[in-house]
């Protein structure tokens, strides 16, 4: 039974990996014809309403009710979804679907950064080490080895992309605020007021000028690319994800965070891109500092805190 268990919850993390590893690309090419806000209500509209039905064939449609917790969720959802999908995507826009899952993978790294920043949990020695030399294979991939380069428009491109990635953490943490929510119905209820956010924001940037209306013959057109955004990494990644770290758990789960970058990077070489010496030994870099700071911080697999 253990090993079925085990066995189910890989296959969905390691789903879930190379859905989101190829995320980065589908949105670059998206991003070609459609601009960041857009696209971010594009995807999240159809997502949202998914999870919503989703969250009443799972726990009943008493499941939709806020409990008071409104605010906390409209300010979580819009900082989760809204913050890292717009900034991510504005950064993408000018940036490689290889440097951002890059620094996405970051995100357990950053996650124990702001944990020690905001709350004082200090990480360990080797934790602290691996984000120095994470770091450095970030600046190494970023800047392709040239140092000049990091003060170019593409360093801006990707410090978008990291605030975004802030963003997203601050969304995780903001669930534990919450022990009363399903892990189903907090991401269904905050995705959705953050798509109200979304479609606010976009609606201002809009009539501001910032964003443009994209025709129907363009959204027809990348209509394939919206629907593996939404349905594909926005709903069905997003539950394989929480299905499988509640088999292995938390630490072992955030190994498969690793793949994410590999399948990007895999993919850009499929689709003919070149990556120099410095770019690849910046991912290396990258990946080794994750799985080393993973390792030194983990608990046994029997242990390992689940979410609800």
């Known amino acids: 039974m253990q090993l079925r268990v085990t066995s189910r919850g890989i296959a969905m993390l390691a789903f879930t990996a190379v859905v989101w590893g190829a995320m980065f690309a589908v949105a670059k090419s998206a991003l070609a014809s459609i601009d960041a806000y857009w696209l971010s209500a594009l995807r999240y509209v159809?997502?949202?309403?998914?999870?919503?039905?989703?969250?009443?064939?799972?726990?009943?449609?008493?499941?939709?009710s806020f409990d008071g917790a409104f605010l906390t969720l409209?300010?979580?959802?819009?900082?989760?979804?809204?913050?890292?999908?717009?900034?991510?995507?504005?950064?993408?826009?000018?940036?490689?679907?290889?440097?951002?899952?890059?620094?996405?993978a970051l995100l357990p790294l950053?996650?124990?950064?702001?944990?020690?920043?905001?709350?004082?949990?200090?990480?360990?020695?080797?934790?602290v080490l691996a984000m120095a030399i994470a770091f450095a294979g970030v600046v190494l991939v970023v800047s392709k080895g040239h140092w000049h380069a990091l003060f170019g428009g593409g360093l801006f491109a990707d410090a978008l992309v990291l605030a975004g990635v802030v963003c997203w953490i601050g969304y995780t943490m903001g669930a534990q605020s919450l022990p009363q929510f399903s892990t189903v119905r907090y991401t269904a209820l905050s995705m959705a007021l953050g798509t109200v956010s979304i479609v606010t924001i976009t609606l201002v940037a809009t009539l501001a000028g910032a964003a443009h209306v994209p025709a129907m013959t363009v959204i027809a057109s990348t209509g394939v690319d919206i629907a593996y955004l939404s349905l594909a990494a926005g709903v069905l990644a997003v539950l394989a994800w929480n299905g499988g770290i509640a088999a292995l758990g938390t630490a072992n789960g955030f190994l498969f965070i690793n793949l994410v970058p590999i399948v990007a990077?895999?993919?850009?070489?499929?689709?003919?891109?070149?990556?120099?010496?410095a770019e690849l030994a910046g991912a290396l870099l990258v990946i080794g500092a994750l799985i080393a700071s993973n390792l030194a911080s983990r608990t046994p697999l029997a242990r390992s805190p689940k979410f609800a």
């Open 46 to 64: 159809p997502a949202s309403l998914t999870m919503l039905v989703i969250l009443w064939l799972v726990e009943g449609r008493k499941a939709w």
């Open 74 to 104: 409209w300010f979580r959802g819009t900082l989760g979804f809204a913050g890292f999908s717009i900034l991510g995507y504005l950064g993408l826009a000018r940036s490689r679907p290889e440097h951002a899952a890059i620094i996405v």
């Open 110 to 127: 950053i996650g124990a950064m702001i944990g020690w920043l905001v709350h004082g949990r200090r990480p360990s020695r080797a934790v």
């Open 265 to 277: 990077f895999a993919i850009g070489i499929a689709q003919g891109r070149r990556f120099g010496p």
